[in-house]
């Protein structure tokens, strides 16, 4: 594979197209998982999310690194499924991690990954690692994308720099 600024903006539109799916994903596990944590999270719109994409693919470490793992898991397929299955939930959950951003977004979108991974099944024209590839976009820009009540407060364990 090559990677190209080209081909990093070809990515980008990609993961942009995609808004009316992953969207959906991305509320869905929301709702859940707000629901099974007891919290209010706030929905996501296509708007929203189409700004974080924005924002990772301004970043260009960052957008070389994420439109990679897109393009790889875009085109994995593997006969019959199965044996592939290892290698689309390692490529994924990366994914994931990596939009999310730095700790401890990260990790949670790790965890979320796979969580979101069970909302979704492929289409059967589409290859193996797309429904992966959907997955690890609703985790990780779930959780870029502000909503849950407890990044929106000042940590209890912030520590004063002018303490002595």
Do not use: C
């Not at 994903?25 to 189409?50: C, H, K, M, P, W």
């Not at 593997?78 to 990596?98: C, K, M, Q």
């Amino acid at each position: 594979m090559k990677l190209t600024p080209d081909r990093v903006v070809a990515e980008r539109d990609w993961v942009a197209a995609r808004a009316p799916v992953v969207v959906p994903i991305i509320n869905t596990v929301r709702a859940e998982l707000g629901a099974i944590f007891d919290t209010n999270v706030d929905s996501v719109t296509e708007t929203q999310y189409l700004a974080a994409v924005d924002a990772v693919f301004a970043d260009g470490d960052l957008a070389v690194n994420v439109a990679t793992l897109v393009a790889i898991l875009r085109d994995l397929d593997v006969d019959g499924d199965y044996p592939g299955f290892i290698v689309d939930e390692i490529l994924g959950r990366e994914l994931a991690a990596t939009i999310a951003d730095g700790q401890p977004l990260r990790t949670l979108g790790e965890a979320t990954f796979h969580y979101a991974d069970l909302q979704v099944h492929g289409d059967s024209n589409e290859n193996a690692g797309v429904d992966d590839l959907e997955a690890a976009l609703a985790a990780g820009f779930q959780e870029r994308i502000p909503g849950w009540e407890w990044t929106e407060r000042e940590s209890p364990f912030a520590v004063d720099p002018n303490l002595e």
